[in-house]
């Protein structure tokens, strides 16, 4: 009997995303123009795109995400529409995609019965763009507003400051009132949905309300940014087409790529930008107008120079990586090229920039979505730069995470390490601990720390930060949260044991968060959110009643403060202390805990937290 797997990825129809309203358009009523950066040396998992149909309905990103993993299957994109039963879901590659059609084509969820099917890709935006402003032209169509609005747009200087620091003319103090507004929202959601997930803390919860404004906690006062200009340590720049039609820009896009946009405008008159960095831009775009190489096109694939990624301390020293496509040149060519950066970086015209580390990373053949995956080749200088932050010192690799803005950051662990009440016999668990800062700048306090990474150059750093600062109590593992957590937490046996999390924007993974709960002995956690929105899932199964998935006793959270370590921006750092619920007083079943309220239990005097 022939796979059905097989069956349906030969027989299955094709859905654009730019068709969802009229799912009956064929294949062959594309411009296959517009598909033109599907090539097989490129990595895109727009090319392993499949359609599920039949979702039952008022579900989520973080559900569909959740069903997905429950399976053993890891998509890379998940794109939901709003009423609609069907998703499209993206894989890493083609092993995964066909895994995903074998499992979930024909499987029920919550009563429906799902479907799956191939999806075609995105059409290109810049194509797509260009194409419907040909037509228009041809039929005479009236120019848009947009079109109409150029001759009287603002300087670039504006426009780019509304991109890239949408809040530069708004009052600092305003700033700051409206990022702790969004928090605040944050919280008062989080107590809605504890209440929903967990009816025996609604007690508590209710006097949580009525003394905070709704919130499940108290929320401090945000933590201003100690700079307001020139703070980020850490900035990616584009290579492109200027703006103002200069060739061979460095700079932020105008634009998004979506809406057909590739120009960029340099970061000289950015605020957030720090003068050493702009120095390294000016200097390297003085360099790339000599040489031969074009800016890289994703329009037509061709050309070279592609990115600039440069970062920078409070000790002046600067790192640049340069992203470049090497297309079809040799070896003698490229290496020709790396010569002519080390001399003009190192002995040149360029050394004005202050570059101290110099790295060229090959970008054509990409078979993996992650540009951490790419190799660095250091064409000049030292292979790492160091910060000081708190008075340690810490050595930094072109990968590695480091909060973008050091003095803020200091501003941040001191909270952290306030609100983690440690002592000489505490043991800290630091997840996504990056080089190591918030471990290493606690270490002193506590008997010991566990670091956890899965970044390997971020964890080699983290372990010669440990040796320069001098600590002998911290050591570090290298994986994925998710994979490493619940063996390192099983070996720990500490009376007073925090966890500190400082994930990526997407949050901590569904095992990691099962194995906290699971955890008893771990009473206290310090979640620093740099999405609190993002979070609110980790947030929610971290409270919520036990069950036969989510093993151990809640949390609650206890605390909450915002930290800017973004100014201009709408972005901010939320910390989140939670404490795990004491029920040892009155065993309470799962049941109990889910279907009736027991004020007696839970009312502040009797539930303790620990």
Avoid at 196 to 220: G, H, I, S, Y
Avoid at 305 to 314: F, M, S
Wanted: hydrophobic share 40%; proline share 5%.
């Amino acid at each position: 009997m022939a796979d059905v797997g097989e069956s349906l990825l030969a027989d299955m129809p094709h859905l654009t995303e730019e068709n969802v309203a009229a799912k009956d358009v064929t294949e062959g009523h594309s411009n296959p123009g517009n598909y033109r950066y599907i090539k097989e040396d490129l990595f895109t998992s727009e090319i392993f795109k499949v359609e599920i149909q039949n979702l039952p309905k008022y579900i989520g990103f973080n559900d569909m995400k959740k069903f997905l993993a429950k399976h053993g299957l890891n998509p890379h994109k998940v794109k939901l529409f709003a009423r609609q039963s069907f998703a499209f879901v993206t894989f890493k590659n083609a092993e995964e995609r066909d895994k995903a059609m074998k499992m979930v084509h024909g499987m029920q969820w919550k009563g429906q019965v799902l479907s799956v099917r191939l999806a075609k890709p995105k059409v290109d935006p810049i194509l797509r763009k260009r194409k419907q402003d040909e037509e228009d032209s041809q039929q005479g169509q009236p120019l848009s507003k947009r079109q109409e609005a150029d001759e009287n747009e603002e300087p670039f200087r504006v426009q780019i400051a509304n991109v890239v620091t949408p809040l530069w003319n708004v009052p600092y103090n305003e700033q700051l009132e409206r990022k702790q507004q969004e928090v605040v929202g944050v919280l008062q959601k989080l107590a809605r949905e504890i209440g929903d997930t967990n009816k025996a803390m609604l007690p508590w919860l209710f006097v949580q309300k009525e003394k905070f404004d709704r919130m499940c906690c108290p929320l401090e006062d945000i933590k201003p940014s100690p700079s307001l200009t020139e703070y980020r340590n850490k900035c990616e720049f584009l290579i492109s087409m200027g703006a103002d039609g200069e060739d061979k820009t460095i700079g932020f896009r105008l634009g998004k790529y979506k809406g057909g946009s590739c120009a960029v405008v340099g970061p000289s008159e950015t605020t957030h930008v720090s003068a050493e960095a702009k120095r390294v831009v000016r200097e390297f775009q003085k360099f790339i107008r000599t040489t031969p190489y074009l800016v890289y096109s994703p329009e037509t694939y061709e050309g070279h120079w592609k990115q600039l990624t440069v970062r920078t301390t409070r000790t002046k020293q600067a790192m640049a990586m340069v992203f470049f496509n090497p297309q079809k040149l040799n070896e003698e060519e490229l290496d020709a090229l790396k010569s002519s950066l080390r001399k003009y970086f190192m002995e040149g015209e360029g050394k004005e920039s202050g570059l101290n580390s110099l790295y060229f990373l090959r970008e054509g053949q990409r078979k993996s979505p992650n540009l951490e995956d790419l190799p660095c080749e250091l064409v000049a200088g030292e292979g790492h730069i160091y910060e000081e932050l708190l008075g340690l010192k810490f050595r930094i690799s072109p990968h590695s995470f480091f909060q973008v803005n050091t003095g803020a950051a200091e501003v941040l662990y001191s909270a952290v390490g306030e609100w983690a009440k440690l002592d000489a016999e505490s043991t800290v668990l630091d997840v996504c601990c990056g080089t190591g800062t918030i471990g290493i700048s606690l270490a002193k306090r506590v008997k010991k720390v566990i670091g956890i990474e899965m970044c390997q150059e971020a964890v080699d750093d983290a372990q010669v930060n440990a040796k320069i600062n001098g600590l002998s109590n911290i050591e570090f593992h290298c994986g994925k949260a998710e994979d490493v957590f619940s063996k390192v937490l099983s070996a720990v046996v500490s009376a007073n044991l925090t966890a500190i999390v400082d994930p990526p924007r997407a949050g901590l993974h569904t095992k990691v968060i099962l194995a906290i709960r699971k955890a008893e002995h771990l009473k206290r956690l310090i979640y620093v959110a740099c999405n609190a929105k993002a979070a609110m899932a980790n947030f929610v199964d971290l409270c919520r009643a036990p069950s036969k998935r989510v093993r151990g006793s809640p949390f609650r959270p206890v605390r909450a403060m915002a930290v800017d370590l973004f100014p201009q921006t709408m972005h901010c750092e939320m910390v989140l202390l939670l404490e795990r619920v004491d029920y040892s007083a009155q065993p309470i079943t799962t049941e109990t805990q889910q279907e009736t309220v027991t004020p007696a239990l839970i009312k502040e005097e009797s539930a303790t937290i620990i």
